[in-house]
């Protein structure tokens, strides 16, 4: 059952991920799952953003059309939908090539503003560093969503930066990062403008920062099926929980995020367990 008072969408990229070795492709991308894994959630959730024409795009959107995520608002384009090629080795994803987004790239998103009433129904607003948004942050801060952004793992530390004036919660992969660097990287986003920072490190433990307290959670060790799409899992479950519960006053703060690290890293070891980013794999 979906929960009615917590709307939540993803604006930026969609891509099917084209699984070579077994000729199949999933659907996903960073905020097309953070849509799809808050529906999982049990919210009311959306995407928005560009599909291409071709049968990369007819299946990502028949994929969101049966779990029931709202795309009414997204734009089809003539052209080839975003596509990444790669084949997993023991579980570990491993990308070959890219069309960076296919003819999504070539389309302003200046659009995603055509229904000002829209974007002001939702809770949480999730981007991120594959999304060619980042020049509409600061028309998107005026708007009443929280700002949630994903620079990923290869963002350039003062163009990342520059944008955290614009963010709530950013979010940071740095798996060959030493815990000083991370650290660092954490109370700077904080001082330039985000209330919360995280950085994911792979196997070792997730750091947060919120400007008064620094935060640690342990991943939890499991033998994955496949790693594509843990990151997005781990921010939307860590997002769903922080969210809903922060309107409790009862709750302290510093609970509150100890309890969503704790739900956000059982999430992501449970969508490790799945094939693509979240199934619905389409054989070719």
């Not at 843990?230 to 997002?239: E, M």
Request: charged residues 20%; contains cysteine; glycine residues 10%.
């Amino acid at each position: 059952m979906k929960d009615g008072s917590m709307k939540v969408i993803g604006i930026g990229d969609n891509v099917v991920d084209n699984y070579i070795h077994i000729r199949t492709m999933f659907p996903g991308g960073n905020a097309l799952n953070f849509s799809v894994y808050a529906s999982m959630l049990g919210c009311d959730s959306a995407y928005l953003g560009v599909f291409g024409s071709d049968d990369s795009a007819r299946h990502v959107q028949k994929t969101l059309a049966d779990i029931g995520v709202d795309t009414s608002h997204c734009l089809c384009v003539d052209g080839p939908n975003g596509q990444a090629i790669l084949t997993i080795e023991d579980g570990e994803r491993i990308f070959n090539s890219s069309n960076e987004g296919g003819i999504s790239k070539s389309v302003p998103m200046e659009f995603i503003f055509d229904d000002l009433d829209y974007l002001q129904s939702f809770s949480i607003v999730h981007t991120g560093a594959y999304s060619y948004l980042d020049r509409y942050l600061s028309k998107m801060k005026q708007l009443n969503p929280l700002i949630s952004y994903d620079f990923s793992d290869d963002f350039d530390r003062e163009h990342a930066l520059s944008l955290c004036r614009y963010i709530d919660f950013g979010f940071f992969s740095c798996s060959e990062w030493s815990e000083e660097a991370v650290m660092e990287l954490l109370e700077e986003a904080v001082n330039r403008g985000c209330t919360m920072t995280v950085a994911t490190r792979g196997p070792r433990e997730v750091i947060l920062f919120d400007g008064r307290s620094w935060f640690r959670q342990a991943p939890l060790a499991v033998k994955p099926k496949d790693t594509l799409g843990a990151g997005d899992a781990f921010i939307s479950g860590f997002l769903i929980s922080y969210c809903k519960e922060k309107t409790n006053a009862s709750v302290p703060p510093d609970s509150l995020i100890e309890k969503a690290l704790g739900e956000a890293v059982v999430f992501a070891a449970e969508i490790c367990q799945l094939q693509g980013a979240f199934g619905h794999g389409l054989p070719y």
